[in-house]
């Protein structure tokens, strides 16, 4: 059964910092190109940032570019999101997901976690 389970959000006040962690288990293969998305209330959930298997190659939606950055340890089979320069329009529910092609968009995720709420105060 896999599993993909993040951890990491929290209440940060504009400027701070806050690292995503996401584990993924229960593969029969290598968990391939993963990606965070988000999604705030009333609004659609949209890509943040993807990276591909050996980590080499990697997608930022333009309004976290500069702020954060993905990486990941396949050993571990972890992915995390280290975000920087928060602000309060980042306030949304993150969510972890293992993709099926290389196109960093929900339509092409395989398998979510329950997602980690991050709150960014003003």
């Known amino acids: 059964q896999v599993q993909v389970v993040e951890s990491g959000g929290g209440l940060s006040q504009a400027g701070g910092s806050l690292r995503l962690s996401c584990t993924a288990s229960?593969?029969?293969?290598?968990?391939?190109?993963m990606g965070w998305f988000r999604q705030a209330p009333g609004k659609e959930r949209e890509e943040v940032s993807c990276?591909?298997?050996?980590?080499?190659?990697?997608y930022y939606t333009s309004s976290v570019k500069g702020r954060f950055t993905i990486s990941r340890d396949n050993a571990k089979n972890t992915l995390y999101l280290q975000m920087n320069g928060l602000k309060p329009e980042d306030t949304a529910m993150y969510y972890c997901?293992?993709?099926?092609?290389?196109?960093?968009?929900?339509?092409?995720?395989?398998?979510w976690g329950q997602g980690t709420q991050v709150t960014v105060s003003s």
């Open positions: 990276i591909d298997q050996r980590g080499l190659g990697t």
């Open positions: 997901a293992t993709l099926q092609s290389i196109a960093c968009h929900p339509s092409a995720a395989r398998y």
């Open positions: 229960g593969l029969s293969s290598d968990a391939g190109t």
